[in-house]
């Protein structure tokens, strides 16, 4: 993908262009690919989005999981403009799904405070390498993910299954 970007600039680097990948109709996520880049034509700069919204990414252990927290925004001009967290929970071996629910649960209830909208997903793998883990499954359906809405404060476990309420 960075080729084909570096072939566009010099067509025309005279404009910022963003590369995605796709397989058919679907942007390809991590663990796919490691994400978009940019070509930010005033510095003649290609960036990764971390560092083109200049992301902040915190990266911490437990003695059952590792911890990957990052911070997310919209791209410059959309509006309206938002923010959120984005937290990865990554075990080396595959825990039960109680214990998966829980963790990321925890590590929601730690950021909470931060007004932000939250979503954390379980991972099994390799912590230090993004193509060598891959989403816990949920066996009644989907994956394992929480996502904490700071609005209502609510907690929802897939897509609308009500968890909590936290203070």
Known sequence: MRVSLEQAVLIDGSCDIGAFAFEGDDTLRAPQFSGPLFY????KQILTKEALDQTK????ETPKYSVIVKDGKTLEGVKPARRW???QVVFSEEPS???AYEAAMTEIKKT???GMDITAY???GDKDKVTARSQ???PTG???FMRYDNANRKVMKKVDEYVTTLP
């Open 40 to 43: 930010k034509a005033v510095a």
């Open 57 to 60: 990414t915190i990266q911490y």
């Open 85 to 87: 967290l984005t937290i």
């Open 97 to 99: 799904v109680p214990d």
């Open 112 to 114: 909470a405070n931060q």
């Open 122 to 124: 379980v991972y099994v």
């Open 136 to 138: 816990m499954k949920d």
């Open 142 to 144: 989907g994956c394992v």
